[in-house]
Nanobody
Framework: QVQLVESGGGLVQAGGSLRLSCAAS????????MGWFRQAPGKEREIVAA????????YYAESVKGRFTISRDNAKSTTYLQMNSLKPEDTAVYYC?????????????????WGQGTQVTVSS
C-alpha cells in the first residue's frame, strides 16, 4: 500500500521560506514521477511543481517559477519542495502525489496516490 506523508508546513511571514518534505513508502519510489499540488480555500487544486523519476525533468507553475525548487532523493524515497520568497497568495494546503509515468505530467488525473496535505500559511 502506497503511503505519502507530507511535513514542513507552517506559518511564515511574507518573504520567508519553508521546505516541504514528502516521504513515500509501499512502492518503488524511483520509478514514479512526483508532484506537488496546492489547494486554497474556495479554489481548485492546482499543480505547483513536478519532477521526473530520475530528477532530470522538472515542471513549475508560472506563479512559482524562480521561487520554488522541487527535488528528490530516491535513496530516501523523499521529495522536497523548497519555497522561497513566499507570498500571501501561496497560502494553501500543499499535497504531494505520485504518478506511474516516466514523463512529468501536469494533469491531476495522472497522479494516483496522494498525501494528506500540509498547511502553508503566509502572513502579510
Amino acid at each position: 500500500q502506497v503511503q505519502l506523508v507530507e511535513s514542513g508546513g507552517g506559518l511564515v511571514q511574507a518573504g520567508g521560506s519553508l521546505r516541504l518534505s514528502c516521504a513515500a513508502s509501499g512502492h518503488t519510489f524511483s520509478r514514479y514521477t512526483m508532484g506537488w499540488f496546492r489547494q486554497a480555500p474556495g479554489k481548485e487544486r492546482e499543480i505547483v511543481a513536478a519532477i521526473s523519476w530520475r530528477g532530470g525533468s522538472t515542471y513549475y507553475a508560472e506563479s512559482v517559477k524562480g521561487r520554488f525548487t522541487i527535488s528528490r532523493d530516491n535513496a530516501k524515497s523523499t521529495t522536497y519542495l523548497q519555497m522561497n520568497s513566499l507570498k500571501p497568495e501561496d497560502t494553501a494546503v500543499y499535497y504531494c502525489a505520485t504518478a506511474p509515468t516516466a514523463i512529468v505530467s501536469t494533469r491531476l488525473y495522472a497522479y494516483d496516490h496522494w498525501g494528506q496535505g500540509t498547511q502553508v500559511t503566509v502572513s502579510s
